[in-house]
């Protein structure tokens, strides 16, 4: 039996999980490692762990190609998402305990945020073991185009308990806000996680609408087109992805200097990576249904060849876009190099710079864009007024 290639946009949103949940879990260990004995690190980075986990298992089966073959290996795969969506309510309600919030203070207590974290983990167990092979269900189907995909056991309920619990953090997080004075920096921290929030759902609503608008306005019944099923799959990743990025910004802009400008420049070569790998699975999947399969790969190549040669004027517009999301305040190099110095004499204070302390070091002076020899010569400086002092 020949292997028939998923649709394009399938693909594109299997892809866009394959490298977004590892982004994830590097922000996860970078804000673990930032502050691991602040629980509001701890909580946020055990989110985004789950949150990598969900995403990579959920999406990435879709792009497998349509045969008979490819029903094990995305099952096995799929199998694991009850244990991540079942566990993530309860992560979120463990955050929530850290905001200074009245509506937090249910969930304030320390040992109230373990045992949600303990439930949270004993229930996932449970619905991954319970729903093996039957919570989610694939199957390959001769007259559909990909793989088929289909959901029981506990799944919509618990999407809807983690809408709700969402709803909350937000309500949350609002309450919180209005604490704070302008320009603080727990103000802009809590403006991040909102900021996440409302591009997520801006990916996740867009996505209701358009399925909306095919069921009533178009009255088309049965199964979705599969270029809607596929734009609908590419927008809840790249919603999970942005959240996850938009969180961990929140907390690490005020523990490593100048983060918020690594976060842009990554963040917008995410976006022009993004836009073209989109691009060029809807180019194909739409030639591929009006001419050939030939003809689809060399229309998705041809055009991203086109974004290639034009990629400097698509990065000053996303660039424009991103300003509006990810404040940062520009650094010149003299600065860079004295708020450096300040983080490395800090770190001298005991003698001694760990593993963690180099590392992130490394990352201030990586978001500061120090040269090598520039940090060599302030921690040269730095060590000798050290060791004259002893």
């Known amino acids: 039996m020949a292997i028939e290639l998923a649709p394009g946009l399938w693909m594109a949103a299997?892809?866009?999980?394959?490298?977004?949940?590892?982004?994830?879990?590097?922000?996860?260990?970078?804000?673990?490692?930032?502050?691991?004995?602040?629980?509001?690190?701890?909580?946020?980075?055990?989110?985004?762990v789950a949150e990598a986990v969900a995403t990579l298992v959920f999406f990435v089966p879709f792009g497998f190609p349509k045969h008979p073959d490819a029903v094990l290996p995305a099952q096995l795969i799929q199998n694991f998402m009850p244990f991540a969506f079942s566990f993530?309510?309860?992560?979120?309600?463990?955050?929530?305990?850290?905001i200074n919030s009245p509506l937090a203070k249910p969930f304030s207590h320390p040992k109230v945020q373990n045992i949600l974290i303990g439930i949270g983990l004993l229930f996932g167990l449970q619905q991954l073991i319970s729903g093996w092979d039957s919570s989610m269900r694939v199957a390959y189907i001769a007259d559909k185009a990909g793989l088929g995909f289909g959901q029981g056991g506990l799944f919509v309920e618990t999407m809807i308990a983690i809408l709700l619990v969402n709803f909350?953090?937000?309500?949350?997080?609002?309450?919180?806000?209005?604490?704070?004075?302008?320009?603080?920096?727990?103000?802009?921290?809590?403006r991040s996680y909102l900021t996440g929030y409302a591009l997520r759902y801006l990916f996740i609503f867009g996505s209701i609408a358009l399925y909306l608008l095919y069921r009533n306005i178009f009255q088309i019944e049965g199964v979705l087109p599969t270029t809607t099923v596929g734009i609908i799959l590419l927008s809840y990743t790249l919603g999970n992805i942005v959240f996850g990025a938009m969180f961990?910004?929140?907390?690490?802009?005020?523990?490593?200097?100048?983060?918020?400008?690594?976060?842009?420049?990554?963040?917008?070569?995410?976006?022009?990576?993004?836009?073209?790998?989109?691009?060029?699975?809807?180019?194909?999947?739409?030639?591929?249904?009006?001419?050939?399969?030939?003809?689809?790969?060399?229309?998705?190549?041809?055009?991203?060849?086109?974004m290639l040669v034009t990629r400097v004027p698509l990065m000053k517009i996303i660039d424009k876009g991103t300003d509006s999301v990810v404040q940062s305040t520009k650094i010149d190099g003299v600065e860079g190099a004295e708020l450096y110095r300040e983080q490395f004499v800090m770190a001298m204070a005991d003698g001694v710079i760990t593993n963690m302390e180099r590392s992130m070091l490394r990352l201030t002076a990586k978001a500061l864009d120090l040269s090598s020899e520039q940090i060599q010569t302030i921690e040269a400086e730095v060590e000798e007024i050290h060791l004259s002092e002893e």
């Open 14 to 48: 299997s892809v866009c999980a394959l490298l977004g949940s590892p982004l994830l879990l590097y922000l996860a260990r970078l804000t673990f490692r930032a502050r691991p004995e602040d629980a509001e690190n701890r909580f946020i980075a055990l989110m985004l």
């Open 88 to 98: 993530l309510p309860f992560a979120y309600l463990a955050f929530a305990g850290t």
């Open 168 to 190: 909350y953090l937000i309500l949350t997080l609002t309450f919180a806000r209005k604490k704070y004075e302008e320009g603080s920096e727990d103000r802009m921290k809590i």
């Open 248 to 306: 961990s910004l929140g907390i690490l802009r005020s523990q490593i200097l100048g983060v918020e400008r690594l976060f842009k420049t990554n963040i917008n070569r995410a976006a022009l990576g993004g836009i073209m790998l989109s691009v060029f699975f809807l180019t194909v999947e739409i030639l591929q249904n009006y001419l050939s399969s030939t003809y689809g790969y060399i229309g998705g190549m041809s055009i991203t060849a086109i």
